[in-house]
């Protein structure tokens, strides 16, 4: 399997303009999740999906922070207009749920993004 | 809130067992408990799970207490590779309890 997928890898853009972040869970998988880490509050669970549903956003910072998923195989994470703040490495997860055994999350390698 | 603490770095020598703690004192009966591991610049990996019983996998063993309000990751023999930071989690299997929540992790270093 080739895991979970995600592009670009890196990301310089100047602030106010568009950034999207894109990703392709595991085949199979019903359940994508985006994270983003920083040094100063680590991984935080922006969004997470169930069978292409968004079940919780409570972690999505604000309104600049929009994420769908219009399909089972995609997904997109979009911050418009991009701030310096917003400067992460953001992580897409997926699983599959429900998982009354405990089934693991798999993380991509994550898009580095830099706002100037 | 993560629900877990771990130290924050810790330091194990090359081909000996790297014993990490993790205390969870308000996990309930529902949560497992998880760990992973982020090797720098790259995304966190699955190392093993368990909920009550003690596991073993090709990477790690998961030693439960109990109580289970506390565990402990054993790499048998530590290479240099498994130089990284630590993750243990409580994490339940319904509703907003599946999500995870992280903590700082410990940062291992393994040195030769």
């Known amino acids: 399997d080739a895991g979970v997928i995600q592009s670009p890898r890196h990301e310089v853009t100047e602030m106010g303009q568009e950034v999207t972040l894109r990703c392709k869970p595991i085949?199979?998988?019903?359940?994508l999740f985006w994270y983003r880490q920083t040094m100063m509050r680590g991984l935080e669970l922006l969004i997470y999906f169930n069978n292409n549903v968004p079940i919780d956003d409570s972690g999505m910072p604000e309104d600049r922070f929009s994420a769908k998923m219009p399909n089972a195989s995609f997904s997109t994470l979009k911050i418009q207009p991009s701030e310096p703040r917003d400067s992460a490495v953001y992580f897409c997860?997926?699983?599959?749920?429900?998982?009354?055994?405990?089934?693991?999350?798999?993380f991509g390698e994550g898009s580095w993004l830099t706002v100037v | 809130d993560a629900k877990t603490t771990q130290p924050p770095s810790m330091d194990c020598a090359e081909g000996r067992a790297a014993n990490l703690p993790c205390n969870h004192s308000?996990?309930?009966?529902?949560?497992?408990v998880y760990w992973y591991r982020q090797i720098h610049s790259q995304g966190p990996q699955y190392i093993i799970h368990?909920?009550?019983?003690?596991e073993t996998n090709e990477m790690a063993s998961l030693i439960i207490t109990e109580d289970r309000k506390s565990s402990t990751l054993i790499l048998p023999h530590a290479t240099l590779r498994d130089t990284a930071v630590y993750y243990c989690i409580v994490r339940g299997n319904a509703g907003n309890n599946r999500k995870l929540i992280w903590g700082l992790g410990t940062s291992l270093a393994v040195n030769p």
């Open positions: 308000t996990i309930s009966g529902n949560e497992y």
């Open positions: 368990g909920l009550k019983n003690n």
């Open positions: 997860a997926s699983s599959l749920l429900p998982d009354d055994s405990g089934n693991t999350i798999y």
């Open positions: 085949s199979g998988h019903n359940s």
